[in-house]
């Protein structure tokens, strides 16, 4: 009995592998598997010299490098710091000096666009590129606040030497970014690189990817965690990093963060791998049926930074969409009921705040009608000096904390100093209005709230 069932099963899958043999004959497509495959493994003799030099001169680079997967796919410092000899950052270390071989320190998107061309497309589509540097590369009053003010040439340093400029680089600069200016020998100069996430380069590409995926290792785990957005959403104007610590959602990450799972591959980083979002699982991550983007904006409806909230338009993003794109991100953890709930709550925040600034604006409107602002320097104007902390502290706290469930930070931070600062700024417009002149001296005793 055994050998006829071994004979039948031979039968049978002769039959089977001769019906194969004429199916793959009588196909009507050919056979375009490369008929050899090749794998090179190793650096470039060029690359090998690079590597070998600087784990000498800058040990440490090298250390950070090798931890990271741009080692293990054999990308090394030469594949992202050489350029063209035409290029206007175009030098030369020590190491390549009369070579053919031209470097830069300075590396932009557009050089990791080369192996990620779809997340640096989205990127420069987002608030993190050019929008991210124009508050200091080209807002007058912006610049007149680094310089002149901050930069202390109101009192008499210098404009343009080194202190003046001390404020823009130390802060400013690291979050926004700048425009890089080079020198004679095409290296950054006037403080002007490193720079931020938006910051602008002489060959016209924008942005700096190691914001985030900090160099030389470029870890996608440390991008997924909110440290590493806190380098910049943070502080008394937007303090995004504090909110979400304060929120349900910081609290699961602060508790049991570091037994999740970070190094998933993108759009397989799923709740499972986390039990909490952190920022990039709300605005970047693939969830649920949302892909994965570098675009900040996506999943945004309200622009919560500017004097006035407004759903968000055009190149600030598309802000019904992203309402409903965000709304799917939520539905990974929470029912509809809740998350109507929490998006009407925003929305009724944000029309708060609104009424506190359009009443705000009604007074200075009056007022710059019959003369009772100081023109020349508004920072010594105490109406003026709280309108700022009105929309750029506490109004913007209300908001973001809002947004992110932080109730600290949209009452006590936010809503609680919102009214203060309003009713300090109706005594003074009713003062003025009624004395026709400007108090000689304002109550405003400080920089305001904190």
């Known amino acids: 009995m055994l050998k006829q069932m071994v004979k039948v099963i031979t039968i049978a899958m002769a039959i089977a592998m001769s019906a194969a043999v004429c199916i793959a004959a009588d196909a009507p497509f050919p056979n375009l598997a490369p008929k050899e495959l090749v794998v090179k493994r190793g650096f470039t003799k060029e690359a090998t010299s690079c590597i070998e030099c600087h784990a000498k001169k800058t040990p440490g680079i090298i250390e950070n490098w090798k931890m990271g997967k741009m080692a293990h796919a054999t990308v090394s410092c030469y594949d992202c710091h050489v350029v063209e000899k035409t290029s206007p950052m175009a030098s030369q270390c020590e190491g390549i000096k009369g070579t053919e071989i ?39 009053q912006f610049q007149k606040l680094m310089y002149y003010y901050e930069g202390g040439v109101f009192m008499g340093v210098k404009e343009g030497s080194l202190p003046s400029i001390a404020s823009r680089a130390s802060g400013c600069q690291v979050c926004h970014g700048t ?39 470029f870890s996608i785990e440390e991008a997924r965690k909110p440290e590493a957005c806190g380098a910049c959403h943070l502080g008394p104007d937007h303090p995004q990093k504090e909110i979400y610590d304060e929120s349900k959602h910081g609290q699961f990450y602060g508790a049991h963060g570091e037994s ?26 693939g969830i649920g049926e949302l892909n994965t983007t570098h675009n900040v904006n996506e999943r945004l409806k309200w622009d919560l930074m500017h004097k006035t909230s407004v759903i968000r338009s055009g190149e600030r993003g598309d802000g019904e969409k992203g309402d409903k794109l965000m709304r799917k991100v939520c539905a990974n953890c929470h029912g509809k009921t809740h998350t109507d709930t929490q998006r009407k709550l925003l929305d009724g925040a944000v029309e708060l705040y609104n009424a506190y600034w359009a009443g705000a604006e009604k007074m200075k409107k009056e007022l710059t009608e019959k003369g009772l602002l100081l023109k ?36 006590w931070h936010g809503f609680f100093q919102v009214f203060q600062i309003y009713k300090d700024m109706e005594k003074l417009y009713e003062y003025r209005i009624k004395n026709n002149k400007i108090e000689e001296l304002s109550h405003v005793m400080s920089t305001g709230p904190i």
């Open 102 to 140: 031209y470097i830069s320190p300075m590396v932009s998107s557009k050089t990791c666009s080369r192996c990620h061309p779809q997340e640096v497309e989205q990127f420069l589509k987002s608030g993190h590129a050019k929008l991210a540097g124009a508050p200091v590369i080209d807002n007058k």
């Open 179 to 217: 425009k890089v200016e080079l020198g004679p020998d095409n290296k950054p100069t006037k403080l002007t690189w490193p720079g931020g996430i938006g910051t602008r380069y002489p060959d016209g590409s924008i942005g700096t990817c190691t914001v985030c995926h900090t160099r030389h290792q």
């Open 260 to 285: 999740w799972k970070w190094d998933s591959a993108p759009d397989t980083w799923q709740p499972g791998d986390y039990e909490a979002p952190t920022c990039a699982v709300c605005h970047m991550s």
């Open 376 to 411: 020349d320097d508004p920072w010594n104007d105490g109406f003026q000096e709280l309108e700022y902390y009105l929309w750029h502290h506490a109004g913007r706290r209300a908001r973001h904390g809002t947004a992110m469930n932080g109730p600290d930070y949209s009452h």
